[in-house]
């Protein structure tokens, strides 16, 4: 089992920055590729961005990318999602999910997830 607690959320003008931060307990995080998904209002989950379980690399959505930047700090257990010049569409509930197998821009994929944090971005 795998423990996720999200922070960091709040309201932000648009063009201002946010960073959430995703804590992990119970198993070796080190060993579970990290993702961040969102939700917003009457939309589906979609991903946001992604880290690989050895650290190949990061991946990023379309809407996202330039602007995101996803980390991980093994040592502290923790996830983060840098989110520069936010826009009012990146309003949404942001979730960070573990998985014990590859990285993947699909929410099947993931076992764990945290409760999310609300980011609103005002116009």
């Known amino acids: 089992q795998v423990q996720l607690v999200e922070s960091g959320g709040g309201l932000v003008q648009a063009g201002g920055s946010l960073r959430l931060s995703c804590a992990a307990s119970?198993?070796?995080?080190?060993?579970?590729?990290m993702g961040w998904f969102r939700q917003a209002p009457g939309k589906e989950r979609e991903f946001v961005a992604a880290?690989?379980?050895?650290?190949?690399?990061?991946y990023y959505a379309d809407s996202v990318k330039g602007r995101f930047t996803i980390s991980r700090d093994n040592a502290k257990n923790t996830l983060y999602l840098q989110m520069n010049s936010l826009k009012p569409e990146d309003t949404a509930i942001y979730y960070c999910?573990?998985?014990?197998?590859?990285?993947?821009?699909?929410?099947?994929?993931?076992?764990?997830w945290g409760q999310g944090t609300q980011v609103t971005v005002s116009s």
């Open positions: 999910a573990a998985t014990g197998g590859s990285s993947s821009r699909s929410s099947n994929e993931y076992d764990y």
């Open positions: 880290f690989s379980r050895l650290g190949q690399g990061t």
């Open positions: 119970g198993r070796t995080f080190r060993n579970y590729a």
